[in-house]
């Protein structure tokens, strides 16, 4: 059982190992008695208090910069404060306490029992039948998170029992470089923007659809400079118990996800017990890059689509970047068995990045000065109108190194891949060739040609997703017909036709996914597709017959 009654009831038996144990104080004013006999049982501790009025979401911040602790004590008194324990957890070191006093202080005694048997009941492991209760995988892991418990005369104990790193997110990592400037500091800031209304978009009629809000006003974009950053495949940058914001591809989330760091709880993960390590004999053994490094590492590092996106959506800092240091790097990884292609080499390369300034590691590497910028674009959320000027400047360039001649008034954009398929493409395709388009497979062609082809084309059409993304390459507005299933819930192409004109003409078919009240389950995003020639097939017919924009 655990022994916490020494000191005050409040210096763990566990914490006499410790040399200079690291304590957090949470209460409405400074605790200055309770800090006084912490230091006097142990003078090398090093004591912080918080303030319990901070938000969740400034008290996450506040644990975050001051790292792994020993002992977190808790006598705010705070309503609900038990609901903070399952944070309080996940910032203590495995075999560190948190400490509730006065647990029944300032607490109506029905709720403190409701919230003290759930908390307790999932330290036990027991749950109630409903395997889809919202949040039972995250009870089930703060569970597995208390080593051993204690309840005691108006007082709680639990030890913690797992390594746990602080996911931050954009909107609040300049929040954490004021409290830690040792990390890092931010070198620019660009102002927000509302959302651009230049697009149109026109839709066909639908069984069912995903309603999605992709007209929020674009954030303030932020160059920052962090200092001895450990890199690794899967866009994960860390910084000891840190994971950077800029680990998460899809940032404006709710709750910040990366396929390649380990799920802790909502604001925690473990990107410690990545495979990369299994071979590299802990952190000793990564290898260190000196200078200064761009960071255009990606979830999907290598995929077209992901690559326009999600990468040249950080471009927009990367001369003012360079200008400050002339020896900047652009930083890559391997993933998915994919090496660096020579398209992305030429992509970069009309950003303005020369082939000798890219660094394309195949494992883990730990950077000494990583420098990194807030996207521009992030499907579905936002689209920074700012980011047209470095769209054009990648389209001119590569159209400038076209040797295409004359091409296609109008193409249809098709696919061989599996993903999200069209049951009828076969159909689709001779149905669109018999309305004057040439098939186009963007793949065939040099990557200079594929954005010629879309720049000299009057009308555009083609199966929604990474092969129409050549649209940001293409200033001109168009005219564009897009075929998409009613499951899919990607919005990349409208949020370039906000910003550069298009009209996006959106031909929905009926998907093969189930649809569950107000959403499609798991996988609708991949799911196949049919084309319906009396709906979608009109639908198409009746675009083309408006031979101008209305």
């Given at each position: 059982?655990?022994?916490?009654?020494?000191?005050?009831?409040?210096?763990?038996?566990?914490?006499?190992?410790?040399?200079?144990?690291?304590?957090?104080?949470?209460?409405?004013?400074?605790?200055?008695?309770?800090?006084?006999?912490?230091?006097?049982?142990?003078?090398?501790?090093?004591?912080?208090?918080?303030?319990?009025?901070?938000?969740?979401?400034?008290?996450?911040?506040?644990?975050?910069?001051?790292?792994?602790?020993?002992?977190?004590?808790?006598?705010?008194?705070?309503?609900?404060?038990?609901?903070?324990?399952?944070?309080?957890?996940?910032?203590?070191?495995?075999?560190?306490?948190?400490?509730?006093?006065?647990?029944?202080?300032?607490?109506?005694?029905?709720?403190?029992?409701?919230?003290?048997?759930?908390?307790?009941?999932?330290?036990?492991?027991?749950?109630?039948?409903?395997?889809?209760?919202?949040?039972?995988?995250?009870?089930?892991?703060?569970?597995?998170?208390?080593?051993?418990?204690?309840?005691?005369?108006?007082?709680?104990?639990?030890?913690?029992?797992?390594?746990?790193?602080?996911?931050?997110?954009?909107?609040?990592?300049?929040?954490?470089?004021?409290?830690?400037?040792?990390?890092?500091?931010?070198?620019?800031?660009?102002?927000?923007?509302?959302?651009?209304?230049?697009?149109?978009?026109?839709?066909?009629?639908?069984?069912?659809?995903?309603?999605?809000?992709?007209?929020?006003?674009?954030?303030?974009?932020?160059?920052?400079?962090?200092?001895?950053?450990?890199?690794?495949?899967?866009?994960?940058?860390?910084?000891?118990?840190?994971?950077?914001?800029?680990?998460?591809?899809?940032?404006?989330?709710?709750?910040?996800?990366?396929?390649?760091?380990?799920?802790?709880?909502?604001?925690?993960?473990?990107?410690?017990?990545?495979?990369?390590?299994?071979?590299?004999?802990?952190?000793?053994?990564?290898?260190?890059?000196?200078?200064?490094?761009?960071?255009?590492?990606?979830?999907?590092?290598?995929?077209?689509?992901?690559?326009?996106?999600?990468?040249?959506?950080?471009?927009?800092?990367?001369?003012?970047?360079?200008?400050?240091?002339?020896?900047?790097?652009?930083?890559?990884?391997?993933?998915?068995?994919?090496?660096?292609?020579?398209?992305?080499?030429?992509?970069?390369?009309?950003?303005?990045?020369?082939?000798?300034?890219?660094?394309?590691?195949?494992?883990?590497?730990?950077?000494?000065?990583?420098?990194?910028?807030?996207?521009?674009?992030?499907?579905?959320?936002?689209?920074?109108?700012?980011?047209?000027?470095?769209?054009?400047?990648?389209?001119?360039?590569?159209?400038?190194?076209?040797?295409?001649?004359?091409?296609?008034?109008?193409?249809?954009?098709?696919?061989?891949?599996?993903?999200?398929?069209?049951?009828?493409?076969?159909?689709?395709?001779?149905?669109?060739?018999?309305?004057?388009?040439?098939?186009?497979?963007?793949?065939?062609?040099?990557?200079?040609?594929?954005?010629?082809?879309?720049?000299?084309?009057?009308?555009?059409?083609?199966?929604?997703?990474?092969?129409?993304?050549?649209l940001m390459f293409t200033p001109e507005p168009k005219q564009v017909i897009l075929v998409s299933s009613e499951s899919y819930t990607g919005r990349n192409e409208w949020l370039m036709a906000d910003v550069l004109g298009h009209q996006i003409n959106l031909a929905w078919c009926r998907?093969?996914?189930?649809?569950?009240?107000?959403?499609?389950?798991?996988?609708?995003?991949?799911?196949?597709?049919?084309?319906?020639?009396?709906?979608?097939?009109?639908?198409?017919?009746?675009?083309?017959?408006?031979?101008?924009?209305?």
């Amino acid at each position: 059982m655990l022994r916490i009654w020494a000191v005050d009831d409040v210096l763990a038996e566990d914490l006499k190992q410790v040399r200079a144990p690291v304590v957090v104080i949470i209460s409405r004013q400074p605790a200055k008695r309770l800090r006084q006999l912490l230091l006097a049982a142990r003078p090398q501790a090093v004591v912080h208090d918080i303030d319990a009025a901070l938000s969740d979401e400034d008290l996450h911040i506040a644990l975050a910069a001051i790292g792994p602790c020993d002992l977190i004590i808790d006598q705010s008194s705070v309503p609900g404060r038990l609901r903070r324990v399952r944070r309080y957890i996940y910032c203590v070191r495995p075999g560190g306490v948190v400490l509730i006093r006065k647990l029944t202080q300032g607490q109506k005694p029905d709720v403190l029992r409701k919230q003290l048997g759930a908390l307790l009941a999932d330290v036990a492991g027991q749950y109630g039948a409903d395997d889809s209760e919202p949040g039972r995988n995250d009870r089930a892991r703060f569970g597995r998170a208390v080593r051993d418990v204690r309840l005691g005369q108006d007082r709680l104990a639990l030890v913690g029992g797992c390594t746990a790193q602080a996911k931050i997110g954009e909107e609040k990592i300049d929040d954490l470089l004021a409290l830690r400037p040792d990390l890092g500091r931010v070198l620019s800031h660009r102002p927000g923007a509302p959302a651009p209304q230049a697009g149109e978009v026109r839709m066909s009629s639908y069984d069912h659809l995903v309603q999605i809000d992709f007209s929020q006003r674009a954030p303030q974009l932020a160059l920052r400079e962090y200092e001895n950053v450990l890199t690794v495949p899967g866009q994960i940058a860390t910084s000891g118990s840190i994971i950077l914001p800029d680990s998460f591809r899809h940032w404006p989330h709710t709750r910040l996800h990366n396929p390649y760091i380990r799920e802790i709880a909502p604001d925690f993960g473990d990107a410690t017990g990545l495979p990369w390590f299994a071979e590299v004999p802990g952190e000793g053994g990564v290898r260190t890059l000196p200078g200064s490094y761009f960071y255009l590492d990606d979830e999907v590092r290598g995929h077209f689509g992901h690559m326009t996106t999600e990468v040249v959506s950080r471009l927009w800092a990367w001369e003012e970047a360079k200008t400050r240091d002339p020896s900047l790097k652009a930083l890559l990884h391997f993933n998915k068995h994919r090496d660096l292609a020579e398209w992305e080499v030429q992509l970069l390369g009309a950003a303005g990045i020369a082939r000798d300034d890219i660094v394309f590691s195949r494992e883990p590497v730990r950077v000494e000065h990583l420098i990194a910028a807030t996207p521009m674009l992030s499907n579905p959320y936002y689209v920074h109108p700012g980011i047209a000027e470095v769209w054009r400047r990648i389209g001119d360039e590569l159209a400038a190194q076209s040797t295409i001649g004359a091409t296609p008034e109008r193409i249809f954009v098709t696919r061989r891949i599996q993903k999200r398929p069209c049951r009828n493409q076969a159909e689709v395709e001779r149905f669109f060739e018999s309305l004057g388009f040439t098939l186009v497979y963007p793949e065939d062609l040099p990557l200079p040609d594929q954005i010629r082809t879309f720049r000299q084309a009057d009308r555009i059409a083609g199966f929604i997703g990474s092969g129409m993304f050549h649209l940001m390459f293409t200033p001109e507005p168009k005219q564009v017909i897009l075929v998409s299933s009613e499951s899919y819930t990607g919005r990349n192409e409208w949020l370039m036709a906000d910003v550069l004109g298009h009209q996006i003409n959106l031909a929905w078919c009926r998907s093969e996914a189930e649809w569950a009240g107000d959403h499609f389950v798991r996988g609708g995003y991949q799911a196949g597709f049919t084309f319906d020639f009396d709906r979608e097939g009109e639908f198409v017919r009746q675009t083309l017959a408006t031979v101008e924009r209305p």
